[in-house]
């Protein structure tokens, strides 16, 4: 009952994970459910969705089907679907039921793939595990069966690994980071998961460098840089210091790290995911003179990443502990997250929304790492209000939800 | 590393006769792996001395999802690494999705790397019933089954299922069938009945085990009769079906290499 979240709406599971960097790829997607688990995807955790030709659908897995274990007819409903729509590949993804009854994705897979002669892909998806894991798996599937050999050898370019909507809403902070990148004359090779097609995910060996925006693309990067010898740099650019710092790693160029000031031990909690949020505390670090930053997050994170402090939450009840345990002062999180800072008189609350947590409620919100108008609204309200609880507009859009105010 | 599956009629004989060809290919110098795949988590215990194994499924909901490999291995005779799934309280919950997920963490545990056994025996609950029961059968875990029966109507309907199932696996790549162990029970013409119907279903009779007291001797102190008494007739059967898997292997191998 550890992980039973009492206010917090459930997170993406891993199979919306698995559908949005599968998305704009042009592959016949099915997730192997009574249609439940497709609707959450496609109502709730993909804004693209809307208005989309992607081919995500649900095998319609019914009672019987689960019971007498009638494979046969998911196998011959993905054939029939695979002749008329001229997809690229097949991916057959997993949720609760199949799991439960032990469906076995490999051989499914491997009877498509011969019956409807495309590549198929197949995830063992649960339902229970988060978005997160789902991304890694797909970031992976894709490292390990889409990428085209570079055979000319040579090398330019970059690929970006681990976005989606989940993580990156209407896709402002990516726009910055591919801005950032070709004003330095970077050109953008693919962008798995948000904004590239299949040909250009598959020619990804040919970049010099991957960029891992989050979590989920940092598995992937591993690979291919064992496998085809591709480095990758970790992060985001945030405020002005941090993104220079930023584009010279990617760059290969020496940084010089800002002199960190006098430290200005305010409290401060930044709860998302862990590679942006690792950005924001670099560039707090660089733009500001805050030192006592944490990171926590109810997703994955790698410890190479995590600074003494920093917490993974398992449950509600670690959130609770966590914030009883530290007297945050600023706390940059998801709007749904506010709720548990309710008791502290004294706040800095700004809402960064995440789609992985509060769905589509604020999916439509623009926010801009790279800008530091984040970072400077921090000091400005500081300043002109020291100790004052100070909500940023977004929450104004929760309060229209009744969502901050339950008890 | 072979890993065979052992299927069979429940209460056939598959835990005894897969427990006395484990003991001999150990005494024969191999490493051997045998799992349970029994909510009643007692197919190893004539190789432990009646020492229970930690049941993984019990470990896992103890430790709240996790296990060691230490917490759920029990060193049986003669190095004999002993595994049981276990399952759900009788009436309840789903045997077969446990057996899932007991492979699942046999994988994760990276169980065969580390312990790099040169034979695994998965002992299977009676038929292959639902998804979870044909799992040691998907491809990656068993290279193949063999079928346990007497020469009685029920078992050999049930050998039959089995068979059937395995026929219908075929296409997915799934482990093929060995062959058909006889243990008898004592009926008349039984040999002939089992041999009829492994030659019409175009299988090998790879064992003729007899009735032998000594069997049910032993097992009441908890042991094998390989264990017991290495140098009794119905031990020398047990080693002689063991040879012939090891040097089934053996040409396998050495076609292979």
Not at chain 1, 29 to 35: E, K
Not at chain 1, 345 to 351: A, I, N, T
Not at chain 2, 127 to 133: K, R
Not at chain 2, 155 to 184: C, H, K, P, Q, W
Request: glycine content about 10%; hydrophobic content about 40%.
């Amino acid at each position: 009952m550890k992980g039973l979240l009492k206010i917090l709406p459930p997170f993406a599971p891993d199979y919306s994970g698995i559908c949005s960097v599968l998305f704009e790829l042009d592959g016949l997607v099915v997730i192997q459910d009574a249609g439940g688990c497709t609707g959450n995807f496609t109502c709730y955790d993909e804004p693209r969705w809307f208005g989309s030709s992607s081919a995500v659908f649900s095998s319609e897995l019914r009672e019987m089907d689960a019971i007498l274990g009638d494979d046969d007819k998911f196998i011959n409903r993905v054939r029939e679907a695979a002749l008329k729509l001229n997809r690229k590949f097949i991916a057959i993804i997993g949720s609760p039921a199949p799991m439960v009854i032990g469906t076995d994705y490999k051989a499914v897979a491997g009877i498509i793939a011969r019956k409807t002669e495309l590549p198929t892909l197949y995830f063992d998806a649960n339902g229970i595990e988060t978005y997160e894991i789902g991304i890694s798996m797909a970031n992976l599937a894709i490292a390990n069966n889409l990428l085209i050999p570079n055979l000319d050898g040579e090398r330019s370019g970059v690929n970006i690994l681990g976005a989606t909507p989940l993580d990156f809403g209407n896709g402002r902070i990516l726009k910055d980071l591919k801005d950032l990148l070709e004003v330095n004359g970077c050109r953008i090779n693919s962008t798995w998961g948000m904004g590239s097609g299949l040909e250009e995910v598959s020619g990804s060996l040919s970049a010099s460098l991957n960029i891992v925006v989050s979590w989920s693309g940092l598995a992937a990067a591993r690979l291919m840089e064992q496998e085809h010898g591709i480095p990758y740099v970790v992060g985001l650019p945030a405020g002005e210091s941090q993104s220079t710092a930023f584009i010279s790693r990617v760059l290969g160029k020496k940084s010089v790290t800002p002199a960190s000031g006098y430290a200005n031990d305010k409290s401060i909690l930044i709860l998302g995911e862990q590679v942006q949020a690792n950005s924001m505390r670099e560039a707090l670090h660089f733009d500001s003179d805050y030192s006592n930053i944490k990171v926590a997050s109810f997703f994955a994170m790698d410890e190479d990443f995590m600074q003494d402090g920093d917490v993974r939450l398992e449950s509600e009840s670690d959130l609770r502990r966590l914030v009883r345990d530290n007297s945050f002062e600023v706390v940059f999180g998801d709007p749904l997250y506010r709720r548990f800072f309710n008791k502290i008189e004294r706040l800095y609350y700004l809402s960064i929304p995440h789609v992985a947590v509060s769905s589509r409620l604020f999916w439509k919100h623009d926010f801009s790492l790279i800008d530091g108008n984040w970072i400077e609204k921090l000091k400005r309200s500081e300043y002109l209000n020291p100790g004052l609880l100070v909500e940023e507009p977004i929450y104004e859009d929760l309060k229209e939800t009744g969502l901050h105010d339950l008890s | 590393m072979k890993k065979i599956a052992v299927y069979g009629k429940g209460g056939i004989g598959k835990s005894t006769i897969t427990s006395s060809i484990s003991a001999a290919l150990s005494t024969m110098g191999y490493r051997v792996m045998q799992i349970g795949c029994d909510p009643k988590a007692d197919s190893t215990i004539n190789l432990t001395g009646g020492r229970p194994v930690p049941p993984v499924l019990t470990k896992l909901q103890e430790n709240k999802g996790h296990a060691s490999l230490e917490e759920i291995t029990v060193e049986g005779y003669n190095g004999i690494v002993c595994i049981e799934a276990g399952g759900p309280t009788p009436g309840l919950g789903c045997a077969g999705r446990g057996i899932v997920t007991m492979f699942d963490l046999l994988e994760d545990l990276k169980a065969y790397e580390i312990y790099r056994p040169d034979f695994v025996f998965f002992d299977v609950l009676g038929d292959v019933v639902c998804g979870g029961f044909a799992m040691p059968l998907r491809s990656g875990y068993a290279d193949e089954a063999i079928i346990v029966t007497s020469g009685e109507k029920m078992s050999l309907i049930a050998a039959n299922n089995i068979m059937t199932a395995i026929d219908n696996f075929r296409e997915r790549g799934y482990a093929g069938l060995r062959g058909v162990i006889l243990n008898r029970r004592g009926i008349e013409n039984e040999e002939l009945l089992v041999r009829s119907f492994t030659e019409t279903a175009g299988v090998e009779l790879i064992g003729d085990i007899p009735r032998d007291g000594q069997i049910q001797t032993w097992e009441t102190e908890n042991k094998t009769v390989i264990e017991g008494d290495i140098d009794s007739s119905i031990s020398n059967i047990f080693k002689m079906l063991a040879a012939s898997l090891a040097e089934t292997n053996e040409k396998e191998r050495v076609k292979s290499a």
